[in-house]
C-alpha cells in the first residue's frame, strides 16, 4: 500500500508510433548520393594525404627483406644439396647410388 503524498508524480510519457517500412541501404545510398552532390570532387581527395617518406621506406624496407630472405634460403639449400652429396659420395652411404 502506498502513502499519500502531496506531490503529484508523473507517469512515464508513451507514443504510440509505429515504424513504417525502412530500407537501410536505400536510405544510405540517397545520403551518400546528396552529399556527393552537395560537395566538388576536390574536397573528396583533399582529405587524402600523399604517401609519406616513411611509408615509402617501409615499402622499400619489406622488398629488400624478402629479397635478403629469398637469397639466405637459396644459399643454405645450396649449402644442403653439396653437404648431402659429400655425404653419400665420400661418407660411404650408399643410399641413391
Known amino acids: ?3 499519500p503524498s502531496l506531490f ?3 507517469k512515464n510519457k508513451s507514443y504510440n508510433y509505429s515504424p513504417r517500412y525502412y ?3 536505400k536510405e544510405r545510398l540517397e545520403k551518400l548520393r546528396k552529399s556527393k552532390e552537395a560537395k566538388p570532387d576536390r574536397e573528396y581527395f ?3 594525404r600523399k604517401k609519406s617518406y616513411r611509408d615509402d621506406w617501409k615499402t ?3 622488398v629488400q627483406s ?4 629469398r637469397l639466405r634460403f637459396i644459399v643454405i639449400l645450396i649449402f644442403l644439396l653439396i653437404f ?3 655425404a653419400v659420395k665420400y661418407g660411404k652411404i ?3 647410388f
Do not use: P
Open 94 to 96: 650408399d643410399i641413391f
Open 84 to 86: 648431402a652429396y659429400a
Open 1 to 3: 500500500m502506498r502513502l
Open 66 to 69: 624478402d629479397r635478403n630472405r
Open 46 to 48: 583533399a582529405g587524402y
Open 23 to 25: 530500407d537501410e541501404r
Open 60 to 62: 622499400v624496407k619489406s
Open 8 to 10: 503529484k508524480l508523473s
